[in-house]
């Protein structure tokens, strides 16, 4: 339940397998999870007739196991997240983005992100310090060179200094390069 997960100490969790084919809420259970281990990946294994909410999805980035399933098929979906989390968390001042999970945590903030503003942020983040012209992000990231209208590049550094910033309008990390395009780093690297 939630109170004993509230009082439990989840750092050190790599993985977590949620059962509810018994008939328990999934949403609620994954929801309770990602809140008190926002770090680690979530599967979770449901009836042959359950109906998986979209957010359950988004929670569990799709690793959903609906019965029958082998215990075989459990191990392998376990083993696969378990590979990728090697290497995937990016840290930049007091920003960390685990790539596996989508999640980006700042202080007590965790937010999940989608997958575009996972990559847009990773390449910002490996890319700390420099100035990343408009081009080389509609290159890299969105797989091209049309620089017609660059405002989907826009909405997205604007969705990501909502998740990343105190305050968006006043962006510390995530900062606008007039005339060329953005410069990411943390508020120390002034």
């Known amino acids: ?3 004993s997960l509230q009082q439990a100490d989840l750092r050190s969790v790599d993985l977590t397998i949620i059962d ?10 994954c929801q309770a999870i990602s809140q008190a281990c926002p770090y680690g990946p979530l599967i979770l294994l449901v009836d042959e007739d359950a109906l998986v909410s979209a957010e359950s999805q988004k929670l569990t980035c799709g690793n959903v196991l609906q019965l029958p399933f082998t215990s075989r098929k459990v191990i392998n979906r376990v083993v696969k997240l378990l590979n ?13 983005l ?15 992100l989608t997958p575009k503003q996972t990559e847009l942020l990773q390449v910002f983040m490996e890319h700390a310090g420099q100035t990343l012209t408009r081009k080389f992000l509609m290159a890299t990231v969105w797989n091209t060179d049309y620089m017609g209208d660059t405002r989907t590049l826009d909405v ?5 200094r909502e998740k990343i910033e105190e305050n968006p309008s006043a962006p510390r990390y995530l900062r606008t390069v007039r005339g060329i395009g953005y410069r990411f780093g943390a508020p120390s690297d002034d």
């Open 156 to 160: 997205h550094v604007r969705w990501l």
């Open 84 to 96: 990728h989390r090697e290497g995937s968390v990016l840290k930049v001042g007091g920003l960390t």
């Open 1 to 3: 339940d939630a109170a």
């Open 20 to 29: 509810v084919s018994c008939g328990r809420d999934g949403t609620a259970s």
């Open 98 to 112: 685990n790539l596996q999970t989508r999640c980006v945590h700042h202080g007590d903030a965790t937010n999940r």
